[in-house]
């Protein structure tokens, strides 16, 4: 059973830190492109940053680059995001995403999620 499991999100203060981590199982973790996604309230959901397989390519949504890092460990099959200099805007549920295309097969799974607010 494929899963991805979201866990590190919470309440934090403007300006303030989180780390997030997903870990995969039931795949082929280190095979995957892994991504971050979020949604925030009536908003569709958009991209955040996305890794390739073996770590040495990312990209990130232009608004969030400098304050927003992703990395992985196949080992440990977890992505991780860290966020820091948080804003109020970046409140939302944030999501990883697992994506592999071999030829005309594309297999894509989703986490459910894991809410971050950023308030004071």
């Known amino acids: 059973q494929v899963q991805l499991v979201e866990s590190g999100g919470g309440l934090v203060q403007p300006g303030g830190s989180l780390s997030l981590s997903c870990v995969g199982s039931g795949f082929t973790f280190s095979i995957f492109v892994m991504s971050w996604y979020r949604q925030a309230p009536g908003k569709e959901r958009e991209l955040v940053a996305n890794?390739?397989?073996?770590?040495?390519?990312?990209n990130y949504a232009d608004s969030l680059k400098g304050r927003f890092t992703i990395s992985r460990d196949n080992v440990k099959s977890t992505v991780y995001l860290q966020m820091n200099n948080l804003k109020p805007e970046d409140t939302a549920v944030y999501y990883c995403?697992?994506?592999?295309?071999?030829?005309?097969?594309?297999?894509?799974?989703w986490g459910r999620g894991t809410q971050v607010t950023v308030s004071s």
């Open positions: 995403k697992a994506d592999r295309r071999d030829g005309l097969i594309r297999r894509s799974y």
């Open positions: 890794i390739s397989t073996t770590g040495r390519v990312t």
